[in-house]
């Protein structure tokens, strides 16, 4: 069992920045892979970013947010952090914090997690 709890969500102006944090607690020694989804009002979960908790430290992103989104890791304190910059209307959805439980780690798959957040919103206008 692994809770995830995500933060830092908000309301900013295009061009903006924000900068999301996911806490992991429970049994995390499972973790092989954390990773952020986003979903907006009638469309689908897709994802965003992602990074390897063992095996190196490999990040895989969107192509829509490649360039401007940053995925990091904290394995001490269980935590992943997306780092999002230049921030545009279309980025507006929640934000969702997902971790994998399998070693094989499909990292740009929904089907690849197994924990997930309550989410985040993130609204840039404008």
């Known amino acids: 069992q692994v809770q995830l709890v995500e933060s830092g969500g908000g309301l900013v102006q295009a061009g903006d920045s924000l900068r999301l944090s996911c806490a992991a607690s429970?049994?995390?020694?499972?973790?092989?892979?954390m990773g952020w989804f986003r979903q907006a009002p009638g469309k689908e979960r897709e994802f965003v970013a992602a990074i390897r908790w063992i095996s190196g430290r490999s990040t895989y992103y969107a192509d829509s947010v490649k360039g401007r989104f940053t995925i990091s890791r904290d394995n001490a304190n269980n935590r992943v952090s997306l780092q999002m910059n230049s921030l545009k209307p279309e980025d507006t959805a929640i934000y969702y914090c997902?971790?994998?439980?399998?070693?094989?780690?499909?990292?740009?798959?929904?089907?690849?997690?197994?924990?997930w957040g309550q989410g985040t919103q993130v609204t840039v206008s404008s």
């Open positions: 429970g049994r995390t020694f499972s973790t092989y892979g």
């Open positions: 997902a971790a994998s439980t399998s070693p094989v780690y499909t990292a740009t798959s929904r089907a690849g997690y197994t924990f």
